[in-house]
């Protein structure tokens, strides 16, 4: 294997940036001290020249092929590289063949496969054998969640490290080791640097694709002329995987705690990244019906006219009225009262099976169902001096259960009063007020 470039090694300019730049050692790995580090999990590993296999999971341009390398460098293993994208079972069989001669010889291989849930599950399990009697030592990078797209019997022989996306502090040392690199600094105002780096968006193989363009501008350029020169990293953002998951999450639980500011942040990120904004509305008027409920019984009444009026005005205008609803449902009061009560009830009905209601509370269109006592004693409420009589609605033999506990917030204030009325009154006390319903 050829040794990787030196850091300062300028012989070769027309190579790119991120193959000059490749970090020599495991210490020059930028951010991600919190699995390379002396202390850190893969840091012991390699102090102690003993490798199990992993999945190195992380967004573009953190680091994963560079860690994949420098891994067998540093522990003396031969270094194969597939691609789950270009790769099938005839390039893995020879790969596990040449490992094998090699441990026939005492040389170990480290096999690094890119992409590695883009292979089936038939492909994955190709590994295993090779895996656990050491053949090969598996290093597999993947940007998407190993828990949904890697098969359980390999992801039990391998762990799994979480690599983070660059922030900012080591987009800025990536900077200045170009800096260095080039003898000179980038032609870039202290605004336009950090615009720069907000635009790489946590990729540093991205940053140093825009600095391939940033080094020929005239100097200096401010954030302006910098967005005119170079294109800013589109969001990360895969509808049908991980980011769409966790950012629909964010969203709910912004609103679900009160956040107006954080929900319309986490609603500016799904749009940007493509989502269908149909499918926030569907999941803001799930949240208005599951969070609020009772609390504010307009909320779905707010959820519902945002979905149709993004459904007649389409984007981006909209889209305005998504974000009103989530402002809206963000600030309303919250409660979980229909939904635990919903819970409970269905519990209680799959409990008891098919226990009749009461004869009171049956129609009697018939004769006959007259004669078996259908609706006799049936008292009509709206007819009785209280509005309530008080009667039993549950089926004969089934003690009353209660379902539906609503809190002291917003509307269900007003509820929680009446049902302590009615309360009373089916235990004969009818003694105080009724009390009015209100807003809260």
């Known amino acids: 294997m050829s040794e990787t470039p030196s850091l300062f090694e300028v012989d070769d300019s027309s190579r790119p940036l991120a193959d000059r730049l ?12 919190h699995v390379l580090g002396a202390d850190a999990p893969i840091g012991r590993m390699v102090d102690a020249q003993r490798l199990v ?52 010889v005492g040389q170990g291989t ?45 992801l039990s022989r391998c762990q799994v490290f979480v690599l983070k996306r660059l922030d900012d502090a080591a987009l800025g040392a990536l900077i200045t080791r170009v800096e260095a690199l080039i003898g000179r600094p980038l032609p870039l105002t202290d605004a336009a640097r950090e615009a720069l780096t907000a635009m790489a968006d946590g990729d540093g193989r991205y940053l140093l694709n825009m600095i391939e363009q940033v080094q020929a501008l005239p100097a200096p350029v ?18 049908a995987q991980e980011g769409h998951y966790n950012l629909i999450s964010a969203l709910h639980k912004s609103m679900r705690g009160s956040d107006p500011d954080a929900a319309l942040y986490w609603l500016a990120r799904m749009l940007d990244g493509g989502e269908d904004p149909l499918f926030i509305a569907r999941r803001i008027t799930r949240f208005a019906t599951e969070d609020i409920g009772m609390a504010d019984p307009n909320a779905v009444q707010q959820a519902l006219a945002a979905w149709d009026v993004y459904d007649r005005l389409g984007s981006p205008e909209g889209e305005l ?25 269905h519990a209680a009905a799959k409990r008891t099976g098919s226990l009749m209601p009461p004869a009171h509370i049956l129609n009697a269109p018939t004769r006959l169902m007259k004669d078996l006592g259908y609706g006799d004693g049936y008292q009509y409420d709206p007819d009785t001096e209280t509005g309530f009589s008080g009667a039993n609605y549950f089926p004969d033999g089934l003690p ?13 204030r007003a509820i929680t009063e009446r049902l302590r009325h009615w309360a009373q009154l089916r235990n004969g006390d009818t003694s105080g007020p009724t009390p009015e319903f209100d807003a809260g």
């Open 22 to 33: 490749r970090p020599r050692t495991l210490h020059e790995v930028l951010g991600q001290d």
């Open 53 to 104: 296999s992993m999945v190195l999971w992380g967004p573009p341009g953190c680091g994963k092929t560079s860690i994949a390398r420098l891994l067998a460098v540093q522990t003396n293993l031969a270094f194969e590289q597939l691609s789950a994208t270009f790769s099938g079972v005839a390039d893995l069989r020879k790969v596990f063949q040449q490992a094998q001669r090699r441990r026939e």
């Open 110 to 154: 480290l096999l690094f496969v890119d992409e590695i849930h883009r292979f089936d599950r038939a492909q994955q399990d190709s590994f295993l054998p090779y895996v656990e009697d050491g053949t090969v030592v598996l290093v597999g990078a993947t940007t998407e969640n190993p828990s949904f797209e890697l098969n359980g019997a390999l």
């Open 222 to 239: 401010n954030p302006a002329a910098l967005a005119a020169a170079v294109q800013k990293r589109a969001p990360l953002y895969d509808k």
């Open 321 to 345: 009225a998504i974000a009103q609803a989530v402002i809206y449902l963000a600030t309303a009061p919250k409660s979980i009262g229909v939904y635990r009560g919903f819970n409970k009830a």
């Open 400 to 412: 009353r259960e209660t379902f539906y506990e609503p809190t002291t917030l917003g509307y269900e």
